[in-house]
């Protein structure tokens, strides 16, 4: 279940028409959202991954400027 929402989540940018994303938008179709297509997933989740980059740079600038 772990494996298949980090999929549904990074995977609809890196791993878009291979067999993990098929099978997470399967998932995502049956148990989340019938209506779901592919390109609203994208839309949905790239505001979210923009967001997390973001964040991460962010941590990783101040945890590097905090180094001796």
Not at 11 to 33: E, M, N, P, Y
Not at 43 to 51: E, F, K, P, V
Request: net charge positive.
């Amino acid at each position: 279940m772990a494996q298949i929402a980090g999929y549904a989540l990074g995977g609809c940018w890196t791993h878009i028409r291979c067999v993990q994303s098929v099978v997470a938008h399967a998932f995502l179709v049956k148990d989340v959202d019938s209506t779901l297509t592919p390109m609203r997933w994208i839309r949905a989740m790239t505001g979210i991954l923009r967001s997390l980059f973001v964040m991460l740079t962010v941590a990783f600038c101040l945890r590097a400027w905090m180094l001796p």
